[in-house]
């Protein structure tokens, strides 16, 4: 975290209008940071860091290629794709934690950022079962869902999924439906879910 405790987020936009209303939108409840390109991201980027925006299509170093080295670097920090580009297949070993189709809105710009903040405090199992999901709900804003269950890659995505659920439900004594299962997730994203 930054001064006086405030979340640290760095906006990784080439396009200075977007990430001067970025900055703005976020700046009166976070530290805000902006780099215009992959490079300047990855100068800026520290452990204190605690939310990345990215986006994806920039000039020089991709998004993507930014978010790979940020995983390769296992810095502890979510990361939003923020992005007009849509989200097809090769999103599945992204590794982002949320993906927002541009144009976003404030509203939703701050909502994610304050979901990507709490997540911080889950545990690994919950965060990856977070990602997954976000992967998962990210695929089918655009895809009918015949395309998706054609799609190998899909397929272990759905499995991955089903996996984690399976290992969070074990840790937490077993959920006798979905309503349970996602009311214990919330109660481990308020209690900082201990399992790793």
């Given at each position: 975290?930054?001064?006086?405790?405030?979340?640290?987020?760095?906006?990784?936009?080439?396009?200075?209008?977007?990430?001067?209303?970025?900055?703005?939108?976020?700046?009166?409840?976070?530290?805000?940071?902006?780099?215009?390109?992959?490079?300047?991201?990855?100068?800026?980027?520290?452990?204190?860091?605690?939310?990345?925006?990215?986006?994806?299509?920039?000039?020089?170093?991709s998004?993507?290629?930014?978010?790979?080295?940020?995983?390769?670097?296992?810095?502890?920090?979510?990361?939003?794709?923020?992005?007009?580009?849509?989200?097809?297949?090769d999103?599945?070993?992204?590794?982002?934690?949320?993906?927002?189709?541009?144009?976003?809105?404030?509203?939703?710009?701050?909502?994610?950022?304050?979901?990507?903040?709490?997540?911080?405090?889950?545990?690994?199992?919950?965060?990856?079962?977070?990602?997954?999901?976000?992967?998962?709900?990210?695929?089918?804003?655009?895809?009918?869902?015949?395309?998706?269950?054609q799609?190998?890659?899909?397929?272990?995505?759905?499995?991955?999924?089903?996996?984690?659920?399976?290992?969070?439900?074990?840790?937490?004594?077993?959920?006798?439906?979905?309503?349970?299962?996602?009311?214990?997730?919330r109660d481990?994203?308020?209690?900082?879910?201990?399992?790793?």
């Open positions: 975290m930054g001064d006086e405790d405030r979340p640290v987020i760095l906006v990784v936009e080439d396009e200075a209008d977007v990430a001067e209303t970025y900055e703005i939108w976020l700046s009166g409840k976070y530290d805000v940071t902006v780099a215009q390109n992959g490079r300047e991201a990855l100068a800026a980027i520290t452990e204190a860091v605690d939310v990345v925006l990215l986006d994806r299509m920039m000039p020089g170093l998004g993507d290629e930014v978010l790979s080295t940020i995983r390769e670097r296992d810095l502890n920090c979510r990361v939003a794709m923020v992005t007009a580009v849509e989200p097809d297949f999103i599945i070993d992204m590794g982002f934690d949320a993906y927002l189709s541009k144009p976003v809105s404030k509203a939703q710009l701050h909502d994610t950022v304050d979901s990507l903040v709490e997540r911080a405090t889950y545990s690994a199992l919950l965060q990856e079962y977070y990602a997954l999901a976000e992967t998962k709900a990210a695929l089918m804003t655009g895809k009918r869902i015949e395309k998706l269950e799609n190998d890659a899909y397929n272990e995505l759905e499995a991955k999924l089903a996996d984690v659920k399976a290992r969070l439900n074990e840790t937490q004594g077993g959920f006798t439906d979905e309503t349970s299962f996602i009311s214990a997730l481990l994203g308020g209690t900082n879910g201990d399992q790793s």
